[in-house]
């Protein structure tokens, strides 16, 4: 659902001021441990294109599970048993993605 709205640039705004991409966020970090790479790279993708442009239109202040679904998956990516598992191009948008949006993957402590 995420990525056919980034596709065609469809950002839908519910009359509470949420977003689809706030409640698409919020339902998917208890499912994190069921997504394969292509779905972790079409995810911030689809987020990134759309939220990079438009986090500024939606007048609720529900952006937190935004930004947790992003932790989330950085964290889901880093303790993957092997970066293998990701195709050059899955890896590729997912690090860019996470780039344009401000954000770093967790550092091993």
Do not use: C
Request: glycine share 2%.
């Amino acid at each position: 659902l995420a990525y056919a709205n980034a596709i065609i640039d469809s950002y839908p705004i519910f009359q509470d001021g949420t977003t689809l991409f706030d409640h698409i966020a919020k339902r998917s970090i208890p499912l994190l441990s069921t997504f394969r790479p292509q779905t972790f790279s079409n995810m911030v993708w689809s987020f990134e294109r759309l939220m990079g442009r438009r986090q500024s239109q939606s007048t609720h202040n529900n952006h937190h599970h935004q930004q947790q679904l992003f932790e989330k998956i950085a964290y889901r990516i880093a303790v993957l048993p092997s970066l293998a598992e990701f195709k050059p191009q899955e890896i590729s948008n997912t690090l860019l993605a996470f780039a344009k949006m401000g954000m770093l993957l967790p550092r091993e402590e």
